[in-house]
C-alpha cells in the first residue's frame, strides 16, 4: 500500500485564537521572520493545500519566495515550486485568481458535481474528483500514489477542522502573534468538531520557538511523547 504524505498543518493566529478578523482587509499577523520561516516550510513541502474559502478570501499565489530555496529544490531535482493543491466541493472557483497563473502545477479535489462546475480551469488545473463528497483520506491515499511525501495545508478555518477531526494531522505549527482580535464574527483556527479523543486527549508539545515577537508553538497531535525528524531535513 502506498504512504500517505506526512500532514503538516501551519497556522498563524491571535492571542485569542482567530486567524483574521472581521474586515474587508486581509489581517496580517506574521511578522517578516515569521513570514520567512513559513517560506522555509513551502520549499520544504512537496505539495501546499488550502480550502476554497481561503482561496477566494485572500486570492494566494502560494510561492517559495526566497529564490536561494527555489534553486535549491531544482539543484536536487525537484521542480521549482510545491504542487498548490485547492479543496472545494461545490467547484465555485474563479479562474482570474491569480493562484492559477503563477508558478508550479495545480491539483483542484473536489466532487463530482464541484467537477461538472470547473470547465473554466481547463488548462491552469488537473481537476480530481472524489465522489459523491470531499473524502480527505482517499485526498491523501491519491497524493501518495503521486509521490507527495510532504504535504503543508495552510488553512484555512474548515481545513484545519477536517484533518483534525479526522486524526490525519501529523504535526501542527501554530505561529501566535501578539495581538487580540476580539471580534465575534472573525474566522478562529478551528471549527466546533468531534476531534480524536475530546477535550482529555493531549498533544504533545515538542518544541517553542521565538521567532522576531512571534511565539511558535510545535504540535504533535497524534503523540503525547517523543520528537520527530524536522520538517525541513526530511528532503
Known amino acids: 500500500m502506498t504512504a500517505r504524505p506526512r ?43 488550502i480550502g ?35 479543496v472545494s466541493a461545490r467547484g465555485d472557483l ?3 485568481l491569480r493562484f492559477w497563473h503563477t508558478g508550479g502545477e495545480k491539483l483542484v479535489y473536489t466532487t463530482n458535481f464541484g467537477a461538472a462546475r470547473l470547465s473554466g480551469l481547463t488548462g491552469l488545473a488537473e481537476i480530481v474528483s472524489l465522489g459523491t463528497e470531499i473524502d480527505l483520506g482517499a485526498l491523501l491515499d491519491d497524493l501518495g500514489r503521486r509521490g507527495i511525501a510532504r504535504l503543508l495545508v495552510e488553512g484555512g478555518t474548515s481545513m484545519h477542522t477536517q484533518f483534525l477531526a479526522g486524526d490525519l494531522a501529523d504535526e501542527l505549527r501554530m505561529a501566535v502573534a501578539p ?40 504540535y504533535l497531535p497524534k503523540s503525547v511523547a517523543g520528537e520527530s525528524v524536522a520538517w525541513e531535513q526530511e528532503q
Open 7 to 49: 500532514v503538516l498543518l501551519s497556522v498563524a493566529v491571535s492571542i485569542d485564537g482567530y486567524i483574521d478578523d472581521d474586515s474587508d482587509a486581509r489581517l496580517i499577523l506574521s511578522d517578516a521572520a515569521d513570514l520567512d520561516r513559513v517560506d522555509r516550510l513551502r520549499a520544504a513541502a512537496d505539495a501546499i493545500l
Open 52 to 86: 476554497a474559502g481561503t482561496l477566494r478570501r485572500d486570492n494566494p499565489r502560494l510561492l517559495v519566495n526566497n529564490a536561494a530555496r527555489r534553486a535549491a529544490r531544482l539543484a536536487e531535482g525537484r521542480a521549482e515550486y510545491p504542487i498548490k493543491i485547492v
Open 94 to 96: 474563479a479562474p482570474e
Open 179 to 218: 495581538i487580540l482580535v476580539g471580534a465575534t464574527a472573525a474566522p478562529r483556527f478551528v471549527d466546533p468538531a468531534e476531534f480524536p479523543g475530546g477535550a482529555r486527549r493531549r498533544m504533545g508539545l515538542v518544541g517553542v520557538e521565538q521567532v522576531g515577537d512571534i511565539a511558535v508553538l510545535r
